[in-house]
């Protein structure tokens, strides 16, 4: 999964993100913190011809790491693994979610019912900053 994510962001996220904030998505999603949320939370994983083309991970109200391969992104894949993320929530008693939104991913969250909590950044290194969106999503079961 690393090396999947990995390439999306290096593929994605170049044209929007300083490298140092490329450098700080890399290490915030080091393998060490792919298992440790896999193994506390609920994880989705897209396979196609023993290929990993998409992952997402749920951990208590907090959808992470939602990275589709990018020769397989605007096909349905990242939806699917949402609406797979938040039924299991659903399930599980949970009515609302909240995530963290690249500038990259932010549309894709906008079309699937997520509204901004509120805009903000991380400071990385040279004085640089890595902008996201803090978004929600509150639903009654419909994870359409």
């Keep these: 999964?690393?090396?999947?994510?990995?390439?999306?962001i290096d593929v994605s996220y170049h044209e929007v993100?300083?490298?140092?904030a490329i450098e700080?998505?890399?290490?915030?999603?080091?393998?060490?913190?792919?298992?440790?949320?896999?193994?506390?939370?609920y994880t989705i994983i897209l396979e196609c011809n023993?290929?990993?083309?998409?992952t997402g991970t749920l951990l208590g109200t907090n959808i992470?790491?939602?990275?589709i391969d990018t020769s397989y992104q605007y096909k349905g894949f990242g939806k699917l693994v949402m609406r797979k993320l938040e039924?299991?929530?659903?399930?599980?008693?949970?009515?609302?979610?909240?995530?963290s939104a690249s500038?990259?991913?932010?549309?894709?969250?906008d079309s699937l019912g997520y509204i901004i909590k509120k805009e903000d950044y991380i400071p990385v290194w040279n004085?640089?900053?890595?902008?996201?969106?803090a978004m929600v999503k509150k639903f009654d079961g419909n994870t359409s």
């Excluded at 039924?87 to 995530?99: C, Q, T, W």
């Excluded at 500038?103 to 969250?109: G, H, I, P």
């Design 64 to 67: 992470r790491r939602v990275f």
């Design 50 to 54: 023993g290929k990993i083309i998409g």
């Design 127 to 133: 004085k640089q900053k890595l902008n996201y969106y």
């Design 24 to 41: 700080y998505f890399k290490d915030y999603h080091s393998e060490e913190q792919i298992l440790g949320d896999g193994s506390e939370g």
């Design 1 to 8: 999964m690393k090396r999947l994510i990995y390439k999306t």
């Design 17 to 20: 993100y300083p490298e140092e």
């Design 103 to 109: 500038l990259v991913s932010k549309r894709f969250y």
């Design 87 to 99: 039924e299991h929530a659903f399930v599980n008693g949970i009515s609302f979610l909240d995530l």
